[in-house]
């Protein structure tokens, strides 16, 4: 366990397993049609990358890079910012939303919105965590991977102040990284 981490709450293997059950049900939902499955960057990445490899029908891939929280903040702007936008036209496509975590939800309710603007046939969400007690937006994912207590987690995909993407699981941090209170 890395030296910062205080607690793993997902294991790698426990995630392995989460992808390869939500690429079965992926398949089914999709069985015979041509989504298209967008990440959203950064903190999507490893997750795209494990549940897309488990999905057995044709889709394609895009992504979007938006942000919400700077540097060292623990807590969403409320405002989204497009960083990059997709290459895709989204217009009479199955949209699959790709996503690490739903917090205050800030960002996936901007980015439904989005799509239902640019006309997309469909939009679903699948969400490696839900971290319900953060919520402030009005949103749901369609598939969810695990709950998340009240904390801030790093590994897989997420970080604090850009570091931690590269843990092969979800933890928490030691109160003292981010000069909080045990
Ligand atoms: O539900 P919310 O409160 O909006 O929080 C969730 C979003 O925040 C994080 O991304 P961030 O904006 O930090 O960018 P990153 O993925 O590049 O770290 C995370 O990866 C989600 O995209
Ligand atoms: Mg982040």
């Known amino acids: 366990m890395h030296n910062d981490i205080k607690e793993i709450l997902i ?4 995630i392995a397993a989460k992808c390869k059950e939500l690429g079965e049900q992926l398949t089914k939902e999709y069985e015979g049609r041509f989504p298209l499955a967008i ?8 997750f795209m990358s494990d549940v ?12 979007m890079d938006v942000s919400s929280y700077g540097g060292t903040s623990m807590v969403s702007s409320g405002e989204v910012k497009i960083l990059k936008d997709l290459n895709t036209k989204v217009e009479g496509r ?8 739903i917090d205050s939800g800030n960002t996936l309710r901007y980015l439904v919105d989005l799509f239902k603007y640019r006309k997309a046939n ?3 969400i699948v969400t490696l965590l839900d971290k319900p007690s953060g919520r402030t937006a009005e949103i749901e994912a369609d598939l969810v991977g695990f709950e998340v207590p009240d904390a801030f987690v790093v ?6 102040d850009e570091k931690y ?12 990284i981010y000069g909080g209170e045990e």
């Not at 999905?55 to 891939?61: G, R």
């Not at 199955?94 to 975590?101: A, Y």
């Open 39 to 46: 990440g959203v960057l950064k903190g999507a990445l490893p």
């Open 165 to 176: 993407r590269n843990l092969p699981y979800i933890g928490v941090l030691k109160p003292e």
């Open 11 to 14: 294991t790698e293997e426990e």
């Open 94 to 101: 199955d949209v699959l939303i790709i996503e690490d975590i």
């Open 155 to 160: 590994g897989y995909g997420l970080d604090y």
């Open 52 to 63: 897309l490899r488990q999905v057995q029908t044709h889709l394609e891939m895009d992504f």
């Open 122 to 124: 469909s939009v679903k």
